[in-house]
């Protein structure tokens, strides 16, 4: 999934999801204009362990028992949470453009995950 909003998904006047294609041009007929192409994520997450989580990822943990809130601060946004194995990580906002090459995100059935395709050092 390109995080930039190019080709994907667009709402069309109607309300109708529709496809969109790079020239921003709706194909079911509706009169042309700037569409703008909503992300399928609504917030981004870097961990203070150096990986990244989608609000969606950060929700099914909180869901499932794997992370508990320990401390949310609203300004600036930072949330502190215990990990199943009882560590602390700290999850601050970031960019998708921020990323770095490598990570990336991937939808799949209406859920964002961040991949990090990177090779890692063995230890």
């Known amino acids: ?13 109607n309300g109708d999801d529709e496809e969109r294609s790079d020239d921003a041009t709706p194909r079911s007929g ?6 703008m192409v909503a992300r399928p994520f609504e ?3 870097e961990g203070s362990n150096g990986r990244y989580y989608t609000d969606w990822q950060v929700r099914e943990r909180h869901r499932t028992g794997e992370w508990r ?37 991937r939808v799949a059935d209406g859920c964002a995950r961040v991949v990090d395709t990177r090779r890692r050092v063995s230890e």
């Open 30 to 35: 509706a009169e042309p204009g700037p569409y």
């Open 69 to 105: 809130l320990c401390i949310r601060q609203r300004t600036p946004d930072r949330r502190l949470v215990e990990t199943g194995d009882g560590a602390l990580l700290l999850l601050t906002p970031t960019d998708a453009d921020a990323l770095p090459a490598g990570v990336e995100i």
């Open 1 to 13: 999934m390109n995080p930039s909003g190019d080709g994907g998904v667009a709402a069309s006047p």
């Open 43 to 45: 917030g981004l997450f």
